[in-house]
């Protein structure tokens, strides 16, 4: 296939990751090595995709496997199918641990060249790094309703640009340091980790020294703080109000560089009016309107509660649906805590067996969760029946898209029928299904990033026989449609692992697939849900 100069980086992306996965068609693996023969670059994004050493290894179980990938709206390619000789097999075995090998050095060629070719003492840029954007962190909120398309949570990083608060509360932590509680309405604009923009809005900001420099601009005045903790509050018609808690600050008209003419300090107790039109007169503080850290936190503690008990309610409508197949609360048993209790069915075989995870605080405070994090950790689970669709819903947190392939739920093999349902390190959701003609892969576009990180994120995928379409769904939105071009066929479970992948009876080093994070709820459906249901289970399960 030949590629122009605009997508062949997509298509290398499909190519590395059929290989990763030791799926590599003949045909594939052709159009490979053209690839890196010759695109300028396609030798050092090869190199940097693979993580050279840990290619080395997975190099000799490298199969012949028929691979699949159906990405984004509707591609129409069909899958390749399995070859079914096992001589065939072994000699595809052979021949894609040489097309591997080959490739391997082709760019490790190249990369040797351009670190040779690197001046000594430069800083080593050549690993893809990521960047993060923020200059604050929310670590605490209530009730709060926004306008626009940024909607902040807890745990949320925030990037410069402008947000609206339309009510409600919520706490930033800046990266330098202070601490700003903002009530809404507000309207904010993020500059950098030392500068806010308030355009209107109550805010109160505690400064520690590290901090000390911190600064809050409305339309006509401009404050910076020299260690303290204050309040101020904007109208909206640019009028404002400042008032110092603690230590002291600096008031400069707005626009004016900070000139030393337009400066005025006050302290403790003091505060000041700004009209409209910048005029600046003292006057006393008012302490009693603004809301603290730990008020917040109080507030939110009994929101907190509440929201609890609503999702404790919404859970046994969706334990007494009879669409269920397998539903987890992940609530600590009190009884045996190594064990993940099934909450869609009185038969202690649906019970999970947790292996390595540890209990930890989920959603809310009071909701358990599971946390996955070493290489072992996971839930064994014997899910039967078979299922002409599936859904699967997942609330979960994200702290690293850290492997080329990340578990959710995955059987303990890959037959026929046997569906996996993963992450990829690009931020894909991805559900592999090993069908009667091969391996076929449905992806979503690659939208969980580093801003997805630490936060509570809800998780859904749709495969739909009936309308022939697979839908995957993040945070309530459609984030990939693709259809099902294969013929109808049974899905099956059996031994299955959350968070991991493959247990063989008979001992054998696995890949590692770990999940990096928690999950605190779980629900696999043997039909299909529309998009107004999975839009309905994340409303209900927010914060």
């Known amino acids: ?13 499909e190519l590395v990751g059929a290989l990763r996965d030791d799926s590599l068609s003949d045909d594939q693996s052709v159009e490979l090595q053209n690839l890196l023969k010759t695109q300028p ?14 290619m080395l290894g997975d190099a000799g ?7 699949q990938p159906v990405v984004g709206e509707f591609t129409g390619v069909q899958p390749v199918p399995h070859s079914k000789s096992t001589s065939n097999t072994l000699a595809d075995t ?65 990037s410069p640009g402008k947000v609206e608060l339309q009510s409600g509360l919520i706490q930033l932590e800046f990266y330098r340091g202070a601490v700003v509680v903002v009530e809404g309405p507000a309207e904010l604009e993020f500059v950098n980790a030392d500068r806010l923009i308030c355009r209107r809005g109550r805010l109160r900001a505690h400064v520690p020294p590290q901090a000390e420099g911190f600064a809050v601009v409305s339309p006509n005045v401009e404050l910076v703080d020299l260690g303290t903790e204050f309040g101020m509050d904007v109208a909206d018609d640019g009028s404002a ?11 400069y008209e707005s626009g004016t ?13 003091e505060g000041a009016l700004v009209s409209a039109g910048g005029k600046i007169v003292a006057s006393k503080t008012k302490l009693v309107e603004f809301v603290s850290s730990s008020e917040l936190l109080q507030l939110a503690s009994a929101r907190n509660t509440a929201r609890l008990q609503q999702w404790k309610s919404k859970r046994q409508s969706l334990i007494d649906d009879p669409r269920v197949a397998i539903h987890y609360s992940f609530e600590k048993d009190p009884i045996s805590s190594r064990l993940l209790r099934s909450h869609a069915s009185d038969s202690l075989r649906l019970d999970g067996a947790i292996i390595g995870c540890r209990w930890t605080e989920g959603r809310w405070l009071g909701k358990n969760a599971l946390e996955f994090k070493h290489p072992g950790d996971r839930v064994r689970l014997q899910i039967p029946g078979e299922f002409d669709s599936l859904t699967y819903s997942a609330w979960v947190r994200i702290d690293g898209l850290d492997r080329p392939f990340i ?39 690659p939208v969980l990033n580093i801003k997805h990180l630490g936060r509570w994120t809800h998780l859904a995928t749709v495969y739909d026989s009936d309308s022939a379409r697979v839908t995957h769904y993040i945070n309530g939105e459609s984030v990939g449609v693709s259809p099902i071009t294969t013929d109808n066929f049974k899905l099956r479970f059996g031994e299955t692992e959350i968070g991991n992948w493959g247990t063989p009876a008979k001992y054998s080093p696995q890949k590692i697939r770990n999940f990096n994070g928690q999950i605190d709820e779980l629900t696999i459906f043997g039909k299909p849900l529309t998009a107004s249901e999975i839009r309905a289970i994340y409303a209900d399960g927010l914060r």
């Open 241 to 251: 109000s400042v008032h110092v808690f603690d230590g002291k600050v600096e008031l």
């Open 257 to 269: 560089d900070r000139s030393a003419e337009t400066r005025q300090e006050f302290t403790e107790t």
């Open 407 to 445: 578990a959710l739920v995955l059987t303990n093999g890959y037959e026929v029928g046997e569906p996996h349902w993963q992450l990829r390190d690009d931020g894909r959701l991805l559900l592999g299904i090993q069908t009667p003609s091969g391996h076929v892969a449905y992806d979503s576009k």
């Open 94 to 158: 052979r021949r894609f641990r040489t097309i591997a090998m080959i490739l391997l050095a082709s760019s490790a060629t190249i990369l040797f060249a351009m670190l040779w070719a690197r001046p000594q003492g430069v800083e080593d840029d050549f690993h893809v790094e990521l960047f993060d954007e923020g200059v604050a962190v929310v670590t605490q909120s209530y009730d709060t309703r926004w306008t626009g398309k940024t909607q902040l949570q807890v745990g949320s990083s925030v």
């Open 61 to 67: 179980a490298i199969s012949g496997t028929g691979f």
């Open 41 to 54: 670059g396609a030798r050092r994004r090869f190199a940097e995709a693979m993580h050279l050493s840990a």
């Open 1 to 13: 296939m030949n590629q122009s100069s605009d997508n062949w980086e997509t298509r290398l992306e």
